[in-house]
T-cell receptor
Framework: DGGITQSPKYLFRKEGQNVTLSCEQN?????MYWYRQDPGQGLRLIYY???????QKGDIAEGYSVSREKKESFPLTVTSAQKNPTAFYLC????????????FGPGTRLTVT | AQSVTQLGSHVSVSEGALVLLRCNYS??????LFWYVQYPNQGLQLLLK??????LVKGINGFEAEFKKSETSFHLTKPSAHMSDAAEYFC??????????????FGQGTILTVHP
């Protein structure tokens, strides 16, 4: 089945540690996105990538980093510089821009204490 | 700039009643509009999308939405609510044309509760 996988589902880290969230897609989509979701705030865009080896900052990129070395993979690193890292993180991909919808993975819930 | 407002963070209906979830957008150019549904601790699933082909859009699970340019609205409706419709619903907008990179702007979400 085609889709997007995110791992792990739940992740716990101590404050001050970097952590990397995995996102893989087998939909052959060029564009991939990372969102952060907090209660009552909808989804906010962290980073996006339109093509391999290229990515751009979204609305809340501070404290995060990404890479796009392969078309199917777009990992997100939450660094110790992120002040409030506890959140639900969603990865998405899209065939393109315009009217194409984004397909979402199941999400990773990160808790930092 | 584009933005989305969902009126009502919580909506409660009885099973069998009409579901109406409101979404208003602002966009400087004709937009593409989307409704997504999210069940607890899961990702988002597309319900339907407006791409300028028809103003009344039918989606999955019996949902539909009507694009009204004069009111800048894209409200989501379902004639008869089912218990399984209880979830959070997000409206999203993307500008058509220009230098859009595919960015979706999401509303803050509406939690739908269905009572027996």
């Amino acid at each position: 089945d085609g889709g997007i996988t995110q791992s792990p589902k739940y992740l716990f880290r101590k404050e001050g540690q970097n952590v990397t969230l995995s996102c893989e897609q087998n939909l052959n989509h060029d564009a991939m996105y990372w969102y952060r979701q907090d209660p009552g705030q909808g989804l906010r865009l962290i980073y996006y990538s339109q093509i391999v080896n290229d990515f751009q900052k979204g609305d809340i990129a501070e404290g995060y980093s990404v890479s796009r070395e392969k078309k199917e993979s777009f990992p997100l690193t939450v660094t110790s510089a992120q002040k409030n890292p506890t959140a639900f993180y969603l990865c998405a991909s899209s065939q393109g821009t315009g009217s194409y919808e984004q397909y979402f993975g199941p999400g990773t819930r990160l808790t930092v204490t | 700039a584009q933005s989305v407002t969902q009126l009502g963070s919580h909506v409660s209906v009885s099973e069998g009643a009409l579901v109406l979830l409101r979404c208003n957008y602002s966009s400087s150019v004709p937009p593409y509009l989307f409704w997504y549904v999210q069940y607890p601790n899961q990702g988002l699933q597309l319900l339907l999308k407006y791409t300028s082909a028809a103003t009344l859009v039918k989606g999955i699970n019996g949902f539909e939405a009507e694009f009204k340019k004069s009111e800048t609205s894209f409200h989501l409706t379902k004639p008869s609510a089912h218990m399984s419709d209880a979830a959070e619903y997000f409206c999203a907008v993307r500008m058509a044309g220009g230098t859009s990179y595919g960015k979706l702007t999401f509303g803050q979400g509406t939690i739908l509760t269905v009572h027996p």
